[in-house]
């Protein structure tokens, strides 16, 4: 079966502009997190989703930064204004329930912006 | 705050044991995970420890002392494709997931 989804798989951006980064989670799995990672460093928490209950948004960094998920399933985060601090590898991740204790990550979207 | 700690880097040698230890400090906590991560790879899903104890799957096992807010992934009969970052996971109240920092791991020949 199909694992996570993540695209772009690079992005290269200028300051300033807006990004999108998407993710197609495993069918069937109702909680969806994202995470960041800088060059060698650990995976930084920033949202999670779970079912239709309201996300818990408490790792997002600044107001720059959003994220939906459309119909239970694929999710977007949004990235306004970017900085070149915002650089780095944005990972999805599924799991079948919020109770589930092992989570699925997908390839990651390299953000480098310049 | 929330933290785990673990170490930034191990060296051992094909066929030894390696220990890598993880320490947290967590508001709720469900139970401790492992993953495994090659360079430029996605993490993977190695162990998870919700009790005290441990728990063997193959050459890897994970142990947890919630007493001490402690646990340990092991090792064995290591080989060079055990060459990866290693990190630790609790999964917090509200199910919220918080990663250590990552032991880096070079098996010599």
């Known amino acids: 079966g199909a694992g996570v989804s993540q695209s772009p798989s690079n992005k290269v951006t200028e300051k300033g502009k807006d990004v999108e980064l998407r993710c197609d989670p495993i069918s069937g799995h109702t909680a969806l997190y994202w995470y960041r990672q800088s060059l060698g460093q650990g995976l930084e928490f920033l949202i999670y989703?779970?079912?239709?209950?309201?996300?818990?948004k408490s790792g997002l960094p600044s107001d720059r930064f959003s994220a939906e998920r459309t119909g239970g399933s694929v999710s977007t985060l949004t990235i306004q204004r970017t900085q070149q601090e915002d650089s780095a590898v944005y990972l999805c991740?599924?799991?079948?329930?919020?109770?589930?204790?092992?989570?699925?990550f997908g390839p990651g979207t390299r953000l480098t912006v310049t | 705050g929330q933290s785990l700690e673990q170490p930034s880097e191990v060296t051992a040698v094909e066929g030894a044991i390696v220990q890598i230890n993880c320490t947290y400090q967590?508001?709720?906590?469900?139970?401790l995970s492992w993953y495994q991560q090659h360079d430029g790879g996605a993490p993977t899903f190695l162990s998870y420890?919700?009790?005290?104890g441990l728990e063997e799957t193959g050459r890897f096992s994970s142990f947890l002392s919630r007493s001490d807010s402690y646990g340990y992934l092991l090792l064995q009969e290591l080989q060079m494709k055990d060459s990866a970052s290693y990190f630790c996971?609790?999964?917090?109240?509200?199910?919220?997931?918080?990663f250590g920092a990552g032991t880096r791991l070079f098996v010599k020949a």
């Open positions: 967590t508001s709720g906590f469900y139970g």
């Open positions: 989703f779970q079912g239709n209950s309201a996300p818990d």
């Open positions: 991740a599924s799991s079948l329930a919020e109770s589930s204790y092992e989570q699925y």
């Open positions: 996971a609790v999964k917090t109240g509200g199910f919220k997931t918080i």
């Open positions: 420890n919700a009790l005290d």
